[in-house]
């Protein structure tokens, strides 16, 4: 039974950091893609990075550009999401996601409905 389990999330100010980490069992993503996703309230799902195995490229969106590293430790089949110059609008649940599909196209693993498991999301609160 695959699972994903984040943690990390909490109560930063302004400009502050944070990092999540979310670590997978149940087997080892080693094609497809895993990625970060948020949820405000309110608001739709969005993409925060992924990294895609199979292309070996990383995708950011421009609201987390330049602030948001996302990285993974193969060891410990672990995956982070660095967060620097936090802003309140980053404020949102952020789950962790994985696929382990290869798709043609790879804007298919910018969207939340390709990916096939999911962490439980932990809450992120930035003030201002």
């Known amino acids: 039974q695959v699972q994903l389990v984040e943690s990390g999330g909490g109560l930063v100010q302004a400009g502050g950091s944070l990092r999540l980490s979310c670590a997978a069992s149940?087997?080892?993503?080693?094609?497809?893609?895993m990625g970060w996703f948020r949820q405000a309230p309110g608001k739709s799902l969005e993409l925060v990075p992924v990294m895609v195995w199979s292309r070996g490229s990383t995708y950011y969106p421009d609201s987390v550009k330049g602030r948001f590293t996302i990285s993974r430790y193969n060891a410990k089949n672990t995956l982070y999401l660095q967060m620097n110059s936090l802003k309140p609008e980053d404020t949102a649940v952020y789950y962790c996601?994985?696929?382990?599909?290869?798709?043609?196209?790879?804007?298919?693993?910018?969207?939340?409905?390709?990916?096939?498991?999911w962490g439980q999301g932990t809450q992120v609160t930035v003030s201002s």
């Open positions: 996601a994985a696929v382990p599909k290869t798709f043609d196209f790879v804007h298919y693993y910018y969207t939340g409905a390709s990916y096939n498991y």
């Open positions: 149940g087997r080892t993503f080693s094609s497809g893609a």
